[in-house]
Structure formats: structure tokens, C-alpha cells
């Protein structure tokens, strides 16, 4: 019988496929930024939100080439839901060669928060501080327009996400540096 992993089960499913401390990084951000949307929007479906945020990159390290299709073989070898897998997957939505939309409300925050925290990362390297602490959305949609900052980041895909969640921009951008900075001490961003 499939099954939804926990947080801490998603980990270490994580670090079986994953020894890239950016990759590692990238995923405990993610996953503590869907935790945070989650509360303020789904509170009842935090852990959920955090496991996926977890895995949503699971195949990128080892597979590159079949991001977001991998995931497939690589979660069901641990029983892992089908439900479960396809959310993860829905995040490469119109750039891997995954072709499962974003349909719940989850999908479309990881969709559109995937990249923006790349973003909002690497804006962050910017400043004096080189801390998630002080950044605004006036400093993130600044380098956003910037198309030479940060180029491998898609703005389309925020933008879509954005649309997607049916919140402006702004929105989306304020939303993600908060969770971002609530996970500041933890994860030292």
C-alpha cells in the first residue's frame, strides 16, 4: 500500500539521491518555504507541503536529463503515493519533460516557488549583508526586471505561478521572503 512520507522520512529519502550541499540546501528551503505557506493558507496539510518540498528535486542530482520523471521510479521503490509523486513532479510543468500541470493549491506555490527562491537567493548574495534578513520586494522585483541577473531563473515560470496561485506578483515575492527569513536561523540564509 502507498503511502505519504513524513518530513523526516522525505529527508532521508533526500540524502539517498543527494550529496550536493547546494542541492540539499535548496530543498530544505523549499520545504520549509511550502511549510510556511501551508500555515497560513493549509494548516492542516503542513507536513504534507514540507515532504513534497523535500522531494521535489529528488532525480535532479543523480538524473539531470529526466528531472521530474525519475521521480517516478526512484519514489515508488520507496512506496511512496502516486498522488504524492505526481505533485512533486508537477513543478517541471513546461520545462522537463514532465507534462502534469499544477492542480493543487501546493503545486502551484511549488511551481512558482522553486525558482523565486533561486532568485531571492541570489539577490541576496547581492547585499551587504549577504543575509535573507533584509531584503524587500522592492530589492527582489528590481533584480527580477534585471534580465542578465540571474539568468538561469525563469521569470515566466514565477510569473505563471503567480497567476496560477491567483495572487499578483508583489505577493508572491513578499510571501516567499518571509518564509525565507523565518527560516534564516536554521538554515543560515
Known amino acids: 500500500m502507498s503511502r505519504i512520507p513524513s518530513v523526516e522520512e522525505a529527508k532521508e529519502i ?11 540546501k535548496h530543498a530544505l528551503i523549499v520545504s520549509g518555504v511550502l511549510r510556511w505557506f501551508a500555515k497560513k493558507y493549509d494548516p492542516e496539510n503542513e507536513e504534507y507541503y514540507a515532504a513534497v518540498g523535500m522531494l521535489h528535486d529528488i532525480d535532479f542530482e543523480t538524473y539531470p536529463d529526466e528531472h521530474c520523471i525519475k521521480c517516478y521510479d526512484i ?13 512533486v513532479a508537477s513543478h517541471g510543468y513546461e520545462v522537463t519533460q514532465n507534462d502534469i500541470p499544477p492542480k493543487k493549491y501546493m503545486e502551484k506555490v511549488l511551481y512558482a516557488v522553486d525558482e523565486l527562491t533561486g532568485l531571492i537567493g541570489a539577490a541576496t548574495l547581492m547585499r551587504p549583508s549577504k543575509s535573507v534578513i533584509d531584503i524587500t520586494c522592492k530589492s527582489v522585483m528590481k533584480k527580477y526586471k534585471s534580465q542578465s541577473f540571474a539568468v538561469s531563473i525563469s521569470r515566466d515560470i514565477i510569473q505563471k505561478g503567480a497567476d496560477m496561485m491567483k495572487v499578483s506578483l508583489e505577493e508572491l515575492i513578499e510571501d516567499t521572503i518571509h518564509a525565507m527569513q523565518s527560516l534564516m536561523e536554521e538554515l543560515e540564509i
Request: proline letters at 0%; charged letters at 30%; a negative charge.
Open 14 to 24: 533526500l540524502m539517498q539521491y543527494n550529496s550536493d550541499t547546494f542541492h540539499i
Open 75 to 87: 519514489l515508488r521503490k520507496h512506496d511512496i503515493s502516486e498522488e504524492f509523486i505526481d505533485a
